[in-house]
């Protein structure tokens, strides 16, 4: 060991199930991360950074994903690796967000085979994206605090150990297609919650418009009006007051407007 790496203490896991294991990701480690880089010890001492100085056991992966990279705390630097997995694999993760097991029997061989990779490498790359890490000793002292855990998901009151196991969940709960749920997942910040609040209302809103043009078409073929003129009379009484019910709008467009007057050609 040269006298730089001295400089370094090692992060050693206390747990013998996680002996050789990558801290960054939970893969088997074969290497050493260094936080800060070797290169720029002396830089960070100089400067008087904030720095561990630690040797992390990693695995190979995560040492190439974090090539350039002169964060001097292994937080932050798992913070990097964790989000480049994720956008290296997104597509895989994707897919195993959206997908389980059992509707890969409806599909043909081809698909089956890729749907089924895809899960795999997904789930896996979904793990890796948000390991926590193990507990670990410095120099024979155990570190406390340091390591994170994974706070359970929360939705409508139900929690859930993981996202998946939440997405399956709502999917059924609420018969929202789970590739719809993570499409929504992204636009609403990952709050599954609003993703559900929003998709009522856009399920609210299409039967209302369904139910506007019913009856709107009724009330202009009974009294001879032109389709377009009902539902556009309607939609602006609807504006102006919101307490209206589309029936009450149609009975006072009646009143006001074609009671009195000629049928309208369509």
């Not at 056991?57 to 913070?79: A, D, H, N, Y």
């Not at 855990?149 to 399956?168: C, H, M, R, W």
């Not at 102006?240 to 019910?245: H, T, V």
Request: hydrophobic share 40%; proline share 2%.
């Amino acid at each position: 060991m040269s006298l730089l790496e001295q400089r370094y203490r090692q992060l050693r896991a206390i747990d013998a199930n996680d002996f050789h294991t990558c801290f960054y990701c939970g893969c088997i480690a074969t290497e050493f991360d260094f936080a800060p880089p070797k290169a720029h010890w002396q830089s960070f001492q100089y400067r008087q950074l904030s720095a561990d100085n630690l040797q992390v056991p990693s695995c190979m992966e995560c040492i190439k994903l974090l090539k350039g990279c002169t964060m001097g705390l292994v937080q932050q630097r798992r913070e990097l690796v964790h989000t480049k997995i994720a956008s290296k694999y997104k597509k895989a993760i994707g897919v195993f967000l959206r997908w389980n097991e059992d509707e890969l029997e409806e599909l043909d061989f081809s698909l089956h085979h890729s749907i089924a990779a895809g899960l795999k490498l997904g789930e896996e790359s979904h793990r890796r994206s948000n390991y926590v890490g193990f507990s670990y000793e410095i120099d024979g002292a155990k570190a406390t605090g340091l390591v994170p855990t994974a706070a359970p998901l929360k939705v409508f009151g139900e929690q859930y150990a993981s996202v998946k196991d939440a997405l399956v969940a709502v999917s059924k709960s609420y018969r929202i297609n789970q590739a719809k749920l993570v499409e929504g997942m992204a636009k609403h910040d990952n709050n599954l919650e609003a993703v559900v609040m929003a998709w009522q209302q856009q399920q609210q809103h299409a039967m209302f418009q369904r139910e506007l043009r019913k009856q709107c078409a009724a009330f202009a073929k009974q009294h001879k009006q032109s389709h377009r003129f009902v539902v556009n009379e309607i939609e602006r009484y609807l504006d102006k007051d919101a307490e209206l019910s589309i029936a009450d709008a149609l009975d006072k467009l009646y009143q006001e407007r074609v009671k009195h007057y000629q049928p309208l050609v369509k």
